[in-house]
């Protein structure tokens, strides 16, 4: 699906027209390979993240074509109303962009605990633990990777 679209999104220098739900389609095909990956084990496992990884490669690729697409306007010779309307239309853009990635990256990640730790607080100011040895905890994922490179845990399954 997202192959053809790419592709042809490459051949063309015009946006090319898609389904009015081809994000919301796409993001639900995400997650429903993130659900499948939770719940395999194994050759089938390894199989599906790296069908995950090349769909979110691919995905990337797309928005930067599609954005690129877009923004490529700034080289015209705009009256001063113009830039204005294309600073804001840029502006929309990067949240825009920014939303869509926020949706293809995991919320939590679960870790397995090396050791005991007290209150920690997350990037949202939310209070998490105090927490014991060898506890399995879902964390927001920015604070399971931190413990995970000090050594206090481990990836959970």
């Known amino acids: 699906m997202i192959e053809d679209i790419l592709k042809k999104e490459k051949e063309e220098v015009k946006l090319q027209k898609l389904s009015p739900n081809f994000y919301s389609d796409l993001l639900g095909y995400i997650e429903n390979l993130r659900s499948k990956i939770e719940t395999k084990e194994g050759f089938e496992k390894k199989v599906l993240q790296r069908e995950l990884r090349v769909i979110k490669t691919k995905f990337s690729e797309l928005l930067a074509l599609r954005v690129g697409k877009i923004v490529s306007l700034k080289d015209q010779n705009f009256m001063p109303e113009e830039e204005k309307v294309f600073k804001e239309i840029s502006e929309l853009i990067k949240k825009y962009k920014k939303t869509l990635f926020a949706e293809t990256v995991p919320r939590t990640l679960k870790v397995r605990l090396k050791e ?5 607080v997350g990037p949202d100011l939310k209070i998490y633990g ?6 399995d905890v879902e964390l927001p994922t920015d604070v399971g990777i931190l413990l995970i490179k000090n050594g206090l845990g481990i990836k959970g399954e």
């Open 130 to 135: 105090p927490f014991k040895k060898g506890e």
């Open 116 to 120: 005991d730790l007290p209150e920690i």
